[in-house]
């Protein structure tokens, strides 16, 4: 019933942006806070940003504060995460995650992923 449907990543070069895009259904969009995850090969999950259910505040990881930004588009069903001046270590997996409560044990439903390379 729930689902959530990342697009948009891809390569990009060192300074390049992205901007992903994740489709949500089956729940009331409105109500719940989201996440941004990711991964890099051979690592484990890292947490990105948070936006609440009205998007009115949001919380950024150290290693992307300024660089990226989280929204969403209640009338749309989507939140989206614009990357700006990326770098290398920005490649890895990326994961959207509807929040039922707060925390990691809070992060009740993922989607699959899509994967972004920063490279040359």
């Known amino acids: 019933e729930v689902q959530l449907v990342e697009s948009g990543g891809g390569l990009v070069q060192p300074g390049g942006s992205l901007r992903l895009s994740c489709a949500a259904s089956?729940?009331?969009?409105?109500?719940?806070?989201l996440n941004w995850v990711r991964q890099a090969p051979g690592k484990g999950l890292e947490w990105v940003s948070t936006?609440?259910?009205?998007?009115?505040?949001?919380y950024y990881a150290d290693s992307v504060k300024g660089r990226f930004t989280i929204s969403r588009d209640n009338a749309k069903n989507t939140l989206y995460l614009q990357m700006n001046s990326m770098i290398p270590e920005d490649t890895g997996v990326y994961y959207c995650?509807?929040?039922?409560?707060?925390?990691?044990?809070?992060?009740?439903?993922w989607g699959k992923g899509t994967p972004v390379t920063v490279s040359l």
């Open positions: 995650a509807k929040f039922i409560q707060g925390g990691w044990d809070g992060m009740d439903y």
């Open positions: 089956g729940f009331t969009f409105s109500s719940y806070g």
């Open positions: 936006i609440n259910s009205g998007g009115g505040r949001t």
